[in-house]
């Protein structure tokens, strides 16, 4: 079975620290989504990128998130400085590109900030 | 913006009961619709989809969806419901001419009892 994988799968830090999350999207995938999911917001779309270009990171707060792609096998989303309300499960998703827009969910990566 | 309404936020039945989520989406043109399944602990998976065609769509484990254009609706349907199908499901739309914008319900929590 074709994955999305992410790392870490659980991350517990300290408030000011940097966060980096790791996603590698299913090979020959060219669309990646990166997900917040809270219990008091439910999902939230952070950012996304085709192609490796990001095409909208409006959902992400600027000062202290970025979203890159440094290659067409790796997606990272770095939070710095971490703040507890930052604590959510950070999903990744991959899309083949197609216009279908079927997304294939990683598993997550739960981050506690204290 | 489109918004995408679940109507229910938990559900509690038991083994054998039968199983109707509501879904209502705010969008005036053509969308593809999804319901996802996220099982204690997992992550998103996909359970049906409907892009065109006939609108009453099945899907995996027993699930099945009507899509009614004129209520703007997407029910997610199981006759009878099983104790595995304990998870959360989400109803998530988007417009054909909106690359990546996915917007997910709130989620409902179902829960089936032995």
């Known amino acids: 079975d074709a994955r999305v994988t992410q790392t870490p799968r659980h991350k517990v830090t300290e408030m000011g620290q940097e966060v980096t999350m790791r996603c590698q999207p299913i090979l020959g995938h060219n669309t990646v989504f990166w997900y917040r999911q809270t219990m008091m917001q439910g999902l939230e779309l952070l950012a996304y990128?085709?192609?490796?270009?990001?095409?909208?990171d409006s959902g992400m707060p600027k000062d202290r998130f970025s979203a890159e792609m440094p290659d067409a096998t790796l997606a990272t989303l770095k939070i710095q400085p971490s703040e507890p309300r930052d604590s959510a499960v950070y999903f990744c998703?991959?899309?083949?590109?197609?216009?279908?827009?079927?997304?294939?969910f990683g598993a997550g990566s739960r981050l506690t900030v204290l | 913006a489109q918004s995408v309404s679940q109507h229910n936020h938990h559900v509690i039945l038991s083994e054998a009961a039968s199983l109707e989520l509501g879904c209502n989406y705010s969008?005036?043109?053509?969308?593809?619709l999804f319901w996802y399944v996220q099982y204690p602990g997992q992550h998103l998976q996909l359970l049906l989809k409907?892009?065109?065609?006939?609108?009453l769509v099945k899907g995996i484990k027993g699930f099945e969806a009507e899509f009614i254009k004129s209520k703007f609706s997407f029910n997610l349907r199981k006759p009878s419901v099983q104790w595995s199908d304990t998870a959360e499901y989400f109803c998530a739309v988007i417009p054909t001419d909106s690359w990546g914008k996915l917007q997910f319900g709130a989620g409902t929590q179902v829960v089936v009892t032995p």
């Open positions: 969008y005036g043109g053509t969308v593809n």
């Open positions: 998703a991959s899309a083949p590109g197609d216009g279908a827009n079927v997304l294939t």
């Open positions: 409907y892009f065109s065609g006939d609108p």
């Open positions: 990128f085709r192609n490796r270009a990001p095409l909208d």
